[in-house]
């Protein structure tokens, strides 16, 4: 059975809702010895104790518990004692955490009585419980586990729900080891654990229970924009210009442009975004601004007044001298002869 139960869990909650605990019981029935039994407490020798319990939330666990003892009499007989309670538990972890110890408050309603009773009637009569219990937990599945549960008899309890034949307020204790198991749902998004790729948050079905914070469809641990809807290509990010570039890496993410310019467009493909370019639907360069230069004399076309001939700046990018003038002018030679 240990071998069954050592898995990888952390005690009763969520994950393993379910505990399982099998042991024995101590019963002191009436201290001052009224009922005719040995007012000393009995203990049972036998595995006499079985409970089980389903974890519910909040550190609270809904119980169901089923013990029986053999109780001596002063008489010499012996009376089968034996109870069926149901309840709910508290764990202080909620509260406290104390590591392996794990103390809890108990309460709830049960069925006592036996074949021969435990009191002057052999019906059954009903009772509440209140009790205190620790486990401590040897690994994450196994427990040992010490109750004591204080039964209360009330004639108005029983008269209402039972037979109103009498009964007997008394003590019980019980001592076994605990189990702890099953497949639960950690983070409750309706995905077993042993399924969920993310146990410990909650998420959708289907993304196998891990989280899409923005929900578009890509798990937040995959999601490169977690908390923007985006694009599975572009790992969960936005392109809101839809040039392949995510916006938190596009220097224009509203005007689709080329990755070459972090995302900025270049209309006249000349590696210069529009932003910079003096002359965006020309072809140029980075010297000129993005500008062409016909004659490489360094005036950009658009203020170059001869964009054909090379001429410096300061006269407009037209040569200073040109030989073109010469047609304005006519030159004479004085021929002299000498004999």
Sequence with gaps: MLSLFS??????????????????NAIQVDPKGSSGTDS???????????EVSRYVGGGFSIDIVG???????????????????????LSANQILDLGKFEPSLRAGVGIAGGVS?????????????AGLGVNYWFNDAIALSLKSTYKIYSEELDGLLGNGDGGLTHLQHTAGVSFAFGDGDTDRDGVKDSVDACPEVAG?????GCPDDDG???????????????LASLNGCPDADGDGIKDSEDACPNVAG??????????????????????PNEAGSKEMNGCPDADGDGVADKDDKCPA???????????????????????NFDLKVQY
């Design 204 to 208: 959708l079905e289907s993304l196998n």
């Design 7 to 24: 898995v990888s869990v952390m005690a009763q909650n969520d994950t393993n809702p379910w505990k399982l605990t099998v042991g024995t």
């Design 67 to 89: 013990t029986f003892n053999n109780l001596d009499r002063e008489s010499g007989d012996e009376n089968l004692y034996y109870s069926f309670d149901l309840g709910t538990s």
């Design 309 to 331: 001939v090379a001429g410096p700046a300061s006269n407009d990018g037209c040569p200073e001298y040109p030989l073109s003038m010469l047609a304005d002018y006519d030159i």
């Design 40 to 50: 000393d407490t009995q203990i049972s020798q036998n595995l006499s104790y079985l």
């Design 216 to 230: 578009d469809g890509i798990k937040n641990s995959d999601d490169d924009c977690p908390l923007t809807a985006g």
């Design 258 to 279: 080329v990755a070459a310019l972090n995302g900025c467009p270049d209309a006249d493909g000349d590696g210069i975004t529009d932003a910079d370019d003096a002359c």
């Design 117 to 129: 009773g435990i009191s002057a009637s052999s019906d059954d009569f009903l009772v509440t419980y």
